[in-house]
């Protein structure tokens, strides 16, 4: 409703790579790139994975229950209390509201990982090629991180070819 697993980008990136260092901030993309091609909620499935990188299953599934059991019980109650209030023109603004806030986290989070994470020029043209096919286009997410994975093995592949003929 307000941005979803991409709104909790920056979130993770404080938490996770900052405030912890469970994860550096390349790895949280990588499992969150994994978690956009894989069936379920992204922040869920990121979640998984970091919990696995440290403490195997039981983290897993700790994580994955530390991660949704306050949404489900605050959602619940809220959900409760807004059946009496979704019509109120205050409501619709605070909700209007709530949109550009995640809008602007989550440009945030982009403007945070594209800093520290695209290197190269390869890295850049894939990077804006991503963004615009997932902005301009059609195109489901998992087939451009797909694509954006395939380019990423051929050309380190030439370039590891490139480095042993030289």
């Not at 091609?37 to 994580?63: D, E, H, L, R, S």
């Not at 229950?65 to 605050?74: E, N, V």
């Not at 059609?138 to 087939?143: A, R």
């Amino acid at each position: 409703m307000f941005g979803g697993g991409y709104a909790m980008l920056p979130l993770l990136r404080k938490e996770i790579s900052e405030k912890h260092d469970f994860a550096t901030e390349e790895e949280i993309l990588e499992y969150y790139a994994v978690g956009q091609c894989t069936p379920g909620v992204i922040a869920v499935n990121t979640a998984t994975f970091i919990g696995y990188k440290q403490k195997g299953i039981p983290g897993a599934i700790f994580a994955t229950l530390g991660l949704i059991s306050p949404s489900i019980i605050i959602i619940e109650i809220i959900a409760h209390f807004l059946k009496m209030f979704i019509d109120n023109p205050w409501v619709e603004h605070a909700f209007a509201g709530i949109r550009i806030v995640v809008v602007a986290l989550i440009v945030q989070a982009v403007i945070n990982f594209f800093k520290g994470n695209i290197k190269g020029i390869f890295g850049a043209v894939i990077f804006c090629a991503a963004f615009l096919l997932g902005a301009f286009s059609d195109i489901p997410s998992f087939i451009v991180v797909l694509g954006a994975i395939i380019l990423g093995i051929l050309y380190g592949s030439y370039r590891g070819y490139k480095e042993k003929t030289s």
